[in-house]
């Protein structure tokens, strides 16, 4: 299948997309809902590999079956995981489309405790930049791809825009990106939104909570587990845990809006302006992007939703084909020198 990208009124570089939503699947809130709640995911076998990290901690990436194509590398968002509805679902689609896909797991996300006080965040990138180098050391003749859900995609794009020419991939793909993390921690706290905002921080209290039977923390644990909005959360111990003055800081520092200027590998945004997780201000312009930038918008498809289909309550996933069609349409391109950023 592939989607032709035509420009329609839109400024040079942002593109409109060839996504329609399902018809009983309209607004951004159903688009979002429905993959989370009702998307089966699909017994796959997947093989566990633990790269051992300089400071003492690890990091636990999951294979999918080993095919003869590039590799594409998968990051999750925050407090995602092997079950997250678009994870297992891409390793399959991606192993049957020829490409050899792996899951990166952020620190703590993979089923056991990290073994250090802190662990990620959205702007952390030198551990994704460890796994590539580990990627390049493994399989030094195939060409890498990356892509990055919400949390995941801002990583990402931020390294991007952070080793410039000097990046060693072939391409990358950002989905659904939270492009000024100011904006969607404030989003996120505003109507209907607030229920994402509630299931988030159930997971990120958990997940304080493995942390708190591990570790003497310097944050106000109290205060830290009665937080009830993100930035609240961010500002007790997102910031004082990775050396930030304060959430404002943190967001500051981390947002990879700014940072997408200076990627220079062929990099696909994909994005919808009924995003529950922000506001259309966060949404970059044109100005602000490379050449080598392609921003993919369109008007529906919610929050890492992007569902369509013609008949009631038969989906069509459609963000995992794009997703293949676009790493696929390298294939007849030659092999770009890489260098370790």
């Known amino acids: ?5 035509t420009p329609v009124s839109l400024p040079y570089l942002i593109i409109q997309s060839s996504f329609r939503p399902a018809w009983w699947l309209k607004n951004g809130h159903a688009q979002t809902l429905w993959p989370s709640l009702f998307r089966p995911r699909p017994d796959i076998p997947l093989t566990r590999e633990r ?12 294979w999918g079956r080993e095919n003869s194509g590039p590799l594409v590398l998968i990051l999750h968002g925050l407090e995602g995981n092997d079950q997250s509805h678009y994870t297992r679902t891409l390793l399959k689609h991606l192993s049957e489309q020829g490409l ?38 493994r399989y030094p003749h195939k060409q890498i791809y990356a892509v990055g859900f919400s949390l995941g995609g801002n990583v990402l794009l931020k390294w991007l825009g952070e080793t410039g020419r ?16 100011e904006n969607a921690a404030d989003k ?23 942390k708190i039977a591990l570790f003497d923390l310097p944050v106000d644990i109290q205060s830290a587990m009665q937080s009830k909005t993100i930035r609240a959360y961010d500002d007790l111990v997102t910031a004082p845990l990775h050396h930030f003055r304060n959430a404002d800081d943190y967001y500051r520092q981390s947002s990879s809006r700014r ?13 919808a302006e009924d995003d529950p997780f922000m506001t259309k201000a966060a949404i970059p312009v044109s100005s602000e992007l490379s050449k080598e930038v392609i921003l993919e918008l369109s008007t529906h498809g919610g929050h ?22 676009y790493f696929l349409s390298f294939e007849a391109q030659p092999t770009q020198h890489r260098s370790l950023p």
């Not at 899951?103 to 073994?115: I, Q, T």
């Not at 250090?116 to 390049?136: F, K, N």
Request: charged share 15%.
């Open 1 to 5: 299948m592939c989607h032709h990208l």
């Open 51 to 62: 790269l051992e990290l300089a400071d003492g901690d690890f990091l636990d990436l999951d």
């Open 100 to 137: 050899h896909p792996l899951l990166m797991y952020f620190r703590g996300c993979s089923g056991e405790a990290n073994r250090l006080p802190y662990a990620y965040h959205s702007g952390e990138t030198g551990d994704l930049a460890y796994v590539i180098q580990h990627l390049m050391r």
């Open 166 to 181: 000097n990046n060693p991939l072939a391409a990358a793909a950002a989905v659904s990106v939270p492009f000024v993390l």
């Open 188 to 210: 996120l706290n505003r109507g209907i939104s607030r229920l994402y905002q509630h299931y988030l921080m159930g997971k990120l209290h958990q997940s304080l909570k493995r």
């Open 259 to 271: 940072y997408l200027h200076s990627i220079a590998k062929p990099t696909l945004i994909i994005h």
């Open 304 to 325: 890492v939703g992007f569902i369509t289909g013609r008949q009631a309550f038969k989906p069509v996933y459609w963000l995992e084909q794009r997703l293949s069609d």
